[in-house]
């Protein structure tokens, strides 16, 4: 038997194989060389020093207090961007489509307005409104969280109204009510269990966005992990690449993750 | 539930939904529940848009003018835009073909395939999360002392800086930029591949096309739209990237975000700051022109591969 | 017209572990239409995909119009095809659609779009030929697809469960239609469906289909009135099943003794008994009772518990349903038709 159809099953096979080695070699050949760079011992010995000073905590912290500023500042940062996001954008986009659909239009053009407003140019207007939020809660870098909300807005929008959409929540909230569940309970019981990957899945949006965030910070003379890296770079080049490394693949088993997440979610619908 | 009837409006709009706002004009306690979102806002998002807005036709006295925008035409921020444009442009399109190749190859793959979701979630880090963290990488690669700098000097005799370092510069630029666009076209162009059915396929060939004749009339037109969208995304993603750029170049402002950079951290001269806000207000118009255009071209995607 | 004979020999296909195909043969004479029915699974929709060259067969011959077809490619086999949806190009308008095998075919425009107007007229969208899918009904949207199979004259054309993603109405209309058509334009056909009505509606001929291969093939009334198998006999309209004996070539089913269907060994078997053939009469005596009626226009459906707890289900004239309301005591009396048994 002839196969026509195997025979470009596998030359379509033969052909993403090839292109995904090709650019898998070439994405990964700069991870490699940061591996690479971060374990370069004098004379083109194998080294492991940067490293060891790197999950030495109590060391690292000494050694490069930037370093410990900017992670600190990161973890905090990321927590509260996350907590203040979906505080913000849930219920609001929940409400929105239960109570005020004339409103909906408008909520998704201001989430999604930061998409055309790059950060170097928030920043500028930025300015004046953080002099008042110095005034009135200080000056530490944690205070970014409300920059990088607006940031996260376009991404966790997105990806909650995707959830929502997936849903009917006028007719589960209907429901809901019909059987005598007040609006708090719609939303806790009834809406965030059934958008509760959507939700997930806009967290992860909003800690890899915060983890990755430079501009802002750099420019209001705040620290966090990337401002760290940056000035890490000019004394300690290998410390700073031996974090960009980690930070690169904490975010990518963070996204590997969530794919995981996401799909399970879709199959369990996809059955039922 | 709802507030008392208050006015006629409510009688004229609802008389029969008794106890039904959804239909009345908003009713006020509802419009409660999104008050903090649009107060945050207001406060983090509007007042800075108007503060770089406003500011740009703003003299240091205060007093509206026109200086800011005119000094737009300088040489030297002309140069900046066009240095950004190009840039901008050049990894669009880079990114964009290649992109486009690396989706199809995974879209072949099948939705819950490993290789798909360990290149999605490779992309998803490359694009958003690069920055500062992927100018190191580029410089432990290509740097003065990099991986493949010193590989090929010591190994092959070649010396990829003869003509000068260039990747702390322009050409260094393209290079890293390019490194993020293409993971960024990957994750926005996947769901246009993913609209595209195999019927079509199917149709064409039992209707007695061939695979070159499906993709010429078929896929090809299908794909357009949301190829050159993404194309645009991709122009603008590259247009507002800062942290890159800031890592990276050693000399100079290049381009448009180091400038303004410059303006805002330079106390120097009188009037740096609102010309930076006027350079600001030049990027704004920029990329909001551009996903305009995105969005028109979405639409027409969403249309043919929802 | 150009109509052809198709001759499926022993078509094998195995996906994994599962085999789709065990050695399926299928003769259509030239204009024949020719209706595929099976449960999911079954295998149906791999032999008409086969046929069109949209997958390999792993062993087995394909005959069309004389010619073994398996080494030629999909695009020139010469079939229009109709998919169960979505298939109309959506950048297209309906007439561009109908027009894109013909453009393929290098026919020029003033013909193109003369026959593209031809067949939108026969599928009755002439004045649509301008809408773009998405502005189509799915109703619609399938004719354009059925117009744009035929445009091309094919020498057989396939339909692969084309009206399943319909309404229950559009779906009845549709059908009735696909048949005028066909009968009009004498191409050879072969309707791939899971609905045991439509199925015994359209064809000149029904196959069932069950694990790969056919399990019966004949006229719609054939398939209907002497199933060859219990499973066509289920899977085929409405049966009772009942408790009976078979001695010899009859089967005794609720002391009524019934010819059989083929030869089968003496000893208990459940019989199968379609609702026409069984009857209802109010009795006092009965030992049956009435515990639901339902109503169907002409017809109506009469069930009945027997007391070993065994429900029947009767079809009778819906004006004897006055004498039958529920808790009517019965007497159960079944025709002499030939009836299926299983094991």
Known sequence: MAGLRQRRARRQSVLRWVVVTLFGVLFLLPLFAMLEFTTRGAGGSLSFETWRVFFDWAALGETYPILWTGMKASFWLVLLSVALTLVLLVPTVVWVRLRLPRLRRLVEFVSLLPLTIPAIVLVVGLAPVYAWVVYFVGGSSVTLFFAYTILALPFAYRAIDAGLSAIDVRTLSEAARSLGAGWATVMWKVVLPNIRSAVLSAAFLTVALVLGEFTIASLLNRDNIQVAINQLGKSSATMSVAVSLAALVLAFALLFLLSFAGRRRHRERKTS | MTAPSTGTLDQVTAPATPRGGRRRWWPRRDLLGVLPFFVFVTVFLLIPTLVVVIGAFGGDDGRPTLDNVAALADGYIVDAFVRSITLSAVTAVLGAALGALIGYAVVTAGPDSLVRRLVTSACGVLAQFGGVTLAFAFIATLGLSGFVTVFLRDSLGIDIFSGGVWLFDLPGLVLVYTYFQIPLMVIVFLPALDGIRPQWREATESLGGSTWYYWRHVAGPLLAPAFLGSTLLLFANAFSAYATAAALVSQGSPIVPLQIRSALTSEVLLGRENLGKAMALGMVVVVALVMWLYGLLQRRTSRWLD | ?343
């Open chain 3, 1 to 343: 017209m150009t109509s052809a004979g198709v001759r499926l020999e022993g078509l094998r296909r195995q996906f994994g572990s599962l085999r789709a195909l065990d050695g399926l043969d299928l003769d259509m004479a030239p204009g024949e239409l020719v209706a595929l029915l099976g449960p999911s699974g079954c295998g149906k929709t791999t032999a008409l995909r086969i046929l069109a060259g949209l997958e390999d067969a792993d062993s087995g011959r394909i005959v069309v119009g004389g010619k073994d077809i398996a080494n030629v490619p999909a695009n020139r086999r010469d079939m229009g095809m109709v998919f169960q949806a979505y298939s109309l190009f959506p950048h297209l308008t309906a007439a561009e659609n109908v027009e894109f095998g013909l453009r393929l075919r290098r026919q020029n425009a003033a013909t193109r779009r003369q026959r593209a107007r031809e067949v939108l007229e026969l599928v009755g969208l002439g004045a649509h030929g301008d809408r773009y899918p998405q502005q189509l009904s799915g109703g619609q949207q399938q004719r354009v697809a059925l117009a744009r199979a035929l445009a091309i004259q094919p020498q057989v054309l396939l339909l692969d469960e084309p009206l399943s993603a319909l309404d229950a109405k559009v779906r009845v209309q549709l059908r009735e239609e696909i048949r005028r058509i066909q009968l009009e334009v004498g191409t050879t056909t072969l309707f791939v469906t899971h609905d045991q009505e439509e199925a015994l509606a359209i064809a000149d001929r029904v196959g069932v289909m069950r694990a790969g291969r056919l399990e019966q093939i004949g006229s719609p009334e054939d398939i209907y009135r002497s199933p060859a198998t219990p499973f066509v006999a289920e899977f085929v309209g409405l049966s009772n099943r009942l408790p009976g004996r078979v001695t010899g070539d009859v089967v005794e089913v609720l002391d009524a003794k019934l010819p059989l269907v083929g030869a089968v060994h003496s000893g208990p078997v459940t019989a199968l008994v379609r609702p026409e053939s069984v009857d209802v009469t109010a009795d006092p005596t009965g030992t049956g009772r009435v515990v639901a009626v339902s109503f169907l226009g002409p017809t109506a459906r009469v069930t009945v518990s027997l007391p070993d707890d065994a429900i029947v289900v009767a079809q009778l004239e819906s004006a004897r349903l006055p004498e039958l309301p529920p808790g009517t005591p019965v007497r159960v009396i079944l025709r002499p038709v030939p009836v299926v048994v299983s094991p």
